[in-house]
C-alpha cells in the first residue's frame, strides 16, 4: 500500500496468521476419538479472513476507500469470524483444565458487561461517530499508526458487536433475542443517520461533495446488508428455550452446564 497509509501493510500478517492458527486447530479434530470440526464454520471463518485481507490490500487514500474498509473490517469479516465458531475451536483444542479456566473468566461480571449488544454498539457506532464528526479521521490520514489502531478497534468493535447479537460461541449470558433485535435496529438507524450527515456534508471530512455522496450511499447500502446478514445470522443461530426449561413460579431457572460443541 501506499500513501499515508502504507502503515496497514504489516497488519496483513494477522489474517494470515488467525486463517492458519484455525485451520491448524480444526484438522486436529480429525485425530481419531475427536468429533471432527464443521466445514461450513471453516469456510465461514475463512472469508471473514479473506474479507479482512482485501480490506487491507484496498487503497484507503479517499474517504470512498475509507468508507470500504470501514465495512469490510468492521462488519462484513467480524460476522465471518464469529460464525466460524473460533472460541469454541479453541476450546476444544487447548487442555481441559485451560478450558474450564476460559469458561470462568467468561462468567466474571466484567466479561458480561463488555460483550453486552449494548456494549458492542456503542464501541461501533461510537466509534464511527468520533471518527467522522472529529478531527480523528483527517489525523489518520497523515499518521499510519493511528490509522492501524482505527481499524484495529472497528475489528473488534465489530466482533464483540456479532457475538453479542448472534455468536455461537460459549460466552457470558446474553439478553434474550427481542433485546437483540432492538439493538440492531438501533444499530441500523445509527448508520443510516450518520450516511445521510455524510451526504449532506456535515461531517468532519475534507472531501469533494461528490465523493461524499458516493460514501454516504455506500455506507447506506452495504452497511444494510451488512445488518441484515447479521440479522439472518441470528435467527439461524437461534435456539429457543423448551418448554420443560422454562422457569416458572415453583419451578426457578437452572443454570445449564457449559457444553462445548462445533
Given at each position: 500500500?501506499?500513501g ?18 484455525y ?11 475427536r ?20 480490506a487491507?490490500?484496498?487503497?484507503a ?32 483444542t ?5 478450558g ?19 456494549t458492542g ?12 464528526l ?18 484495529l ?16 460461541d460459549?460466552?457470558p ?28 456534508g456535515?461531517v ?48 426457578p ?10
Amino acid at each position: 500500500m501506499t500513501g499515508a497509509h502504507g502503515g496497514v501493510g504489516p497488519l496483513l500478517l494477522v489474517p494470515m496468521a488467525l486463517f492458519w492458527g484455525y485451520l491448524a486447530a480444526a484438522l486436529r479434530q480429525r485425530d481419531p476419538g475427536r468429533a471432527g470440526w464443521s466445514h461450513w464454520r471453516t469456510a465461514s471463518f475463512g472469508v471473514g479472513t479473506a474479507l479482512l485481507a482485501v480490506a487491507l490490500l484496498r487503497p484507503a487514500h479517499d474517504l470512498v476507500g475509507h468508507v470500504w474498509q470501514h465495512l469490510l473490517v468492521g462488519m462484513l469479516a467480524p460476522l465471518g469470524l464469529v460464525l466460524g465458531a473460533p472460541g469454541t475451536l479453541a476450546l476444544r483444542t487447548v487442555p481441559p483444565r485451560v478450558g474450564r479456566a476460559a469458561l470462568r473468566l467468561l462468567r466474571h461480571p466484567v466479561a458480561a458487561v463488555a460483550t453486552h449488544p449494548v456494549t458492542g454498539l456503542l464501541l461501533t457506532a461510537g466509534g464511527l461517530y468520533l471518527l467522522h464528526l472529529t478531527p480523528l479521521y483527517r489525523a489518520t490520514l497523515t499518521h499510519p499508526g493511528l490509522h492501524a489502531v482505527v481499524l484495529l478497534h472497528f475489528l473488534a468493535a465489530g466482533y464483540v458487536f456479532s457475538w453479542a447479537i448472534a455468536g455461537p460461541d460459549p460466552g457470558p449470558h446474553r439478553p434474550g433475542v427481542p433485546l437483540r433485535l432492538v439493538v440492531l435496529g438501533l444499530s441500523v438507524a445509527a448508520h443510516a443517520t450518520l450516511a445521510q450527515l455524510m451526504y449532506a456534508g456535515l461531517v468532519d471530512v475534507a472531501a469533494p461533495a461528490d465523493r461524499l455522496r458516493t460514501a454516504a450511499t455506500l455506507m447506506y447500502y452495504v452497511g444494510d446488508l451488512a445488518e441484515i446478514l447479521l440479522a439472518l445470522a441470528l435467527l439461524a443461530t437461534w435456539r429457543p428455550t423448551p418448554r420443560r426449561d422454562r422457569p416458572t413460579p415453583d419451578r426457578p431457572e437452572r443454570r445449564p452446564r457449559a457444553v462445548v460443541r462445533a
